[in-house]
């Protein structure tokens, strides 16, 4: 089945820990990938994405994501996480035809303790 | 300036009610989507409207109706509400095309008494 997989449920870190959290796909042919971050209580808000071009994505907030296509995979990295970095974030992909709806994976919590 | 507001933030009602939500966005996006959130934080998506039309409809009952009086709306209302409704319900747009990022609204926390 079609699918978006976050493998981590909830990671918790310390303050300058590094991040890496996980994100496979199960779309054939062509796809665009997104992370959002949720902070609570708030709406999503768009980290970075990737449609093309350099593999290695930089986005907002010092976040990076790396798209390996023959692993199917977009890891998004943080080398310092601060406090303020606690919130749900949500892996996304939109296939490369048709309508522009966002598939989701089950969101990864990360919990950065000062 | 918000970009994608939706009233009520909150709404509180019983089984059985009929209640509306409403979505605008100012960013000139020509496409709006809505989407679920369930207490497990899983989104998914529900509608998706194009220049007031409907282009994608997931297996959602259709106590569910949305309408787009035009492309900077779109209201999802919910009749014959049941338990299972309670969720947060977000409301996004963006322009048309593959790829396009959407941009979200701050959700509409639905809880069924």
């Known amino acids: 089945a079609q699918s978006v997989s976050q493998h981590n449920h909830h990671v918790i870190l310390s303050e300058a820990a590094s991040l890496e959290l996980g994100c496979n796909y199960s779309y054939g042919g062509t796809v665009n990938l997104f992370w959002y971050v949720q902070y609570p209580g708030q709406h999503l808000q768009l980290l970075l994405k990737y449609f093309s071009g350099d593999p290695l994505v930089k986005g907002i907030k010092g976040f990076e994501a790396e798209f390996i296509k023959s692993k199917f995979s977009f890891n998004l990295r943080k080398p310092s996480v601060q406090w303020s970095d606690t919130a749900e974030y949500f892996c996304?992909?939109?296939?490369?035809?048709?309508?522009?709806?966002?598939?989701f994976g089950t969101g990864t919590r990360l919990t950065v303790i000062p | 300036d918000t970009a994608v507001s939706q009233t009520p933030k909150y709404l509180v009602t019983q089984m059985g009610n009929d209640k509306s939500i409403k979505c605008e966005q100012n960013?000139?996006?020509?496409?709006m989507y809505w989407y679920k959130q369930d207490s497990k934080k899983f989104l998914k998506i529900m509608f998706s409207y194009n220049n007031k039309e409907l282009i994608i409809n997931e297996t959602v009952p259709n106590r569910f109706s949305p309408k787009s009086p035009d492309k900077a709306h779109l209201n999802l209302h919910i009749n014959s509400l049941e338990l299972g409704d309670s969720a947060v319900y977000f409301c996004?747009?963006?322009?048309?095309?593959?790829?396009?990022?959407?941009?979200f609204g701050d959700g509409t926390r639905l809880s069924i008494l």
């Open positions: 960013l000139g996006h020509d496409t």
């Open positions: 996304a992909v939109t296939l490369n035809r048709g309508a522009n709806n966002l598939f």
């Open positions: 996004a747009s963006s322009q048309h095309g593959p790829g396009q990022p959407q941009h």
